[in-house]
């Protein structure tokens, strides 16, 4: 008896409709919604197979997304990246049916966040939020265009924070239960003042109700960059944890030269707090680290030695790091590919004590990003030079024989033309 009246506690709890009164989420929209716009796109896409190719050509597209306006005398409204990805005319429609066209002013897919710039309209920003402060089971509501029915209100709660997607960088997101659809993405996520605390970006297509919100920080940092279409770089500490035992965070890893050894971090530190907050998980200091840039200053308390230490790590990107410890990318056109030197934490994985590594690549390569060179045609692959040698020789042969590392396995490629 006990656990099912516990159960019905649990049940109701959980219960979107008991979360805000009528009259208190209407208020909330009637002030959030002139700031959250529709957004319809059009575009061409290329031919995806060469049957496509031969008998149909580019295939014109339609799509639908969602976005608010963060800065009124600017015009600034954010999106995802893949709301607008490929289109060749932007339309914004405003929640009284006003029309306006709208420019891209920057985009990141790697993020999957975009900045537009829409004249005329003249709508209010909305209000930004403080994602950290937000607990599990807190009310939130979304507002935006699901399927094309426009301005749409979906309310539920915060269930889960600090949720990995397996991006490579920013890879941190709210988790809620409010309902989020195709066409909701690039909306905002408001906390139950009205203040934007996400982006809505993803759905867990498994589930009815598992959706997921950038945190409203990565806006933030992002949008001085992308407002004035300069690239978004992640910062980067240069230390990697470790769970021990008792589940505590250690420092495993220190990166010579890497903000973290410039800080005075030390391999085997307990990992305490970090901006003067309790720090026990690694979801907790995925928080302060996933949503981080540049320049930023993050202050980790650290237990050492049965004492307390204090070490201020000023990020910097990782690109940074690389450059000043093995030199600047090398663009190898021949193989349509970019190469840079082996860091320790690349030549580790990979097993070995020199190469290079492909760090960019152009459609039509034989090789993806990640490969390690050690040998192209007979040739030790030890820098750049070595690589740009091997595509010479290949190119004079018509020929290409290359010793590689793809994903953790050594593996030889073959090819003739």
């Known amino acids: 008896m006990r656990v099912f009246m516990l159960a019905c506690v649990l049940m109701l709890s959980m219960t979107p409709s008991l979360a805000f009164s009528d009259s208190a989420l209407a208020d909330l929209v009637d002030a959030a919604a002139p700031s959250v716009v529709n ?3 059009t575009g061409t896409r290329a031919p995806r197979t060469a049957w496509d190719a031969l008998f149909g050509g580019s295939q014109r597209f339609n799509s639908l997304g969602s976005g608010f306006v963060v800065d009124r005398d600017r015009g600034l409204v954010v999106t995802n990246q893949h709301v607008i990805a490929g289109a060749s005319r932007i339309q914004i429609l405003a929640w ?16 999957d966040l975009a900045v537009l710039r829409v004249r ?18 807190e009310d ?5 265009n699901p399927y094309g029915h426009g301005h749409t209100v979906t309310q539920g709660i915060l269930s889960a924070r600090a949720r990995s997607l397996g991006r490579e960088a920013f890879d941190l997101f709210l988790q809620t239960d409010a309902a989020i659809n195709p066409g909701n993405s690039g909306g905002p996520l408001f906390d139950s003042a009205g203040r934007v605390v996400g982006v809505n970006t993803i759905v867990d297509a498994r589930a009815e109700a598992i959706g997921f919100a950038m945190p409203i920080e990565i806006v933030r940092g992002a949008l001085p960059a992308l407002s004035a279409g300069q690239r978004v770089r992640a910062g980067w500490p240069g230390v990697v944890l470790d769970v021990g035992e008792r589940g505590e965070l250690l420092v495993g890893t220190v990166f010579s030269d890497s903000p973290a050894d410039q800080a005075g971090l030390r391999v085997g530190d307990r990992v305490v707090t970090v901006q003067g907050k309790s720090v026990s998980t690694t979801a907790s200091w995925a928080e302060w680290f996933e949503v981080a840039f540049p320049g930023e200053v993050r202050s980790v308390g650290v237990q050492r030695d049965g004492g307390r230490h204090e070490a201020h790590i000023e990020l910097e990107s990782r690109e940074t790091w690389a450059r000043r410890n093995v030199g600047d990318p090398v663009g190898v056109p021949a193989l349509r590919i970019t190469v840079q030197g ?18 960019s690549v152009e459609p039509g390569s034989w090789f993806r990003l990640g490969d ?4 192209l045609n007979g040739i030790r692959v030890l820098g750049a030079e070595d690589v740009a040698r091997g595509a010479v020789d290949a190119l004079s042969r018509r020929s290409l024989q290359a010793q590689i590392i793809r994903e953790g396995r050594r593996v030889t490629l073959s090819n003739r033309w």
């Open 96 to 111: 009284d049916g006003r029309v306006a066209e709208a420019e891209l002013l920057g985009a990141s897919p790697e993020m």
């Open 372 to 375: 390690v060179l050690l040998e």
């Open 120 to 137: 005329g309209l003249d709508l209010p920003a909305v209000s930004l939020g403080d994602s950290r402060a937000l607990r599990v089971g």
């Open 140 to 144: 939130v509501f979304a507002v935006g």
């Open 342 to 359: 082996l860091l320790p934490d690349a030549a580790e994985s990979a097993g070995v004590r020199s190469g290079q590594m492909v760090i």
């Open 39 to 41: 957004i319809h796109t």
